[in-house]
T-cell receptor, first 114, second 113 residues
Framework: GAVVSQHPSWVICKSGTSVKIECRSL??????MFWYRQFPKQSLMLMAT?????????EQGVEKDKFLINHASLTLSTLTVTSAHPEDSSFYIC??????????FGSGTRLTVV | TQLLEQSPQFLSIQEGENLTVYCNSS?????LQWYRQEPGEGPVLLVT?????EVKKLKRLTFQFGDARKDSSLHITAAQPGDTGLYLC?????????????FGQGTILTVHP
């Protein structure tokens, strides 16, 4: 079946630094990749949608200068949290989709900003 | 903006009991997915329903898609502690099955031995 690899699975960083999270579709070329944020015991909140080679579309209220998304190829998308602060601490999940494959989610990244 | 109302938000039951989780919307979805998620992991797809009125069974889990493709339900028979987790419904829109997903609020299920 379709597999999406998300790395790292957890990261701790100092306030003010930037953190990059990678999302790779291992055995299929994704038409679209999605980035979500999830707070404890809550549902997934869509942050942005990205298609290969074009700018990401951000959901209302999501700061695009803070959460930089790069979708350089059909198998790789990255989310960079810039100048991270403790309030950015959260669980970030990516998903890749393609017609005929559906949606496949990564295993998530636990970000802790200290 | 499309919304999916999922209920109940919390469910705490004893092993062997049955339960139903509902997802309702005023919008039509091209498909609807149900996921189960464990703490610290990504959601895992349980089923995708596409056709209005469709019923799918996965062992003790039964999924229904409403005739108008606006609502869905998940029924678990004889729940077991291993069923504990966060259950999420999500609808695909835009006339495709690979566009943006709208998620329900989630149902935290706890099954006590």
């Amino acid at each position: 079946g379709a597999v999406v690899s998300q790395h790292p699975s957890w990261v701790i960083c100092k306030s003010g630094t930037s953190v990059k999270i990678e999302c790779r579709s291992l055995d299929f070329q994704a038409t679209t990749m999605f980035w979500y944020r999830q707070f404890p015991k809550q549902s997934l909140m869509l942050m942005a949608t990205s298609n290969e080679g074009s700018k990401a579309t951000y959901e209302q209220g999501v700061e695009k200068d803070k959460f930089l998304i790069n979708h350089a190829s059909l198998t790789l998308s990255t989310l960079t949290v810039t100048s991270a602060h403790p309030e950015d601490s959260s669980f970030y999940i990516c998903s890749a989709s393609r017609q005929g494959v559906g949606y496949t989610f990564g295993s998530g990244t636990r970000l802790t900003v200290v | 903006t499309q919304l999916l109302e999922q209920s109940p938000q919390f469910l705490s039951i004893q092993e062997g009991e049955n339960l139903t989780v509902y997802c309702n919307s005023s919008s039509v979805f091209s498909s609807l997915q149900w996921y189960r998620q464990e703490p610290g992991e990504g959601p895992v797809l349980l089923v995708t329903v596409v056709t209005g009125g469709e019923v799918k069974k996965l062992k003790r889990l039964t999924f229904q898609f409403g005739d108008a493709r606006k609502d869905s339900s998940l029924h678990i028979t004889a729940a077991q502690p291993g069923d504990t987790g966060l259950y999420l419904c999500a609808g695909a829109s835009g006339g495709t099955s690979y566009g943006k997903l709208t998620f329900g609020q989630g149902t935290i299920l706890t099954v006590h031995p």
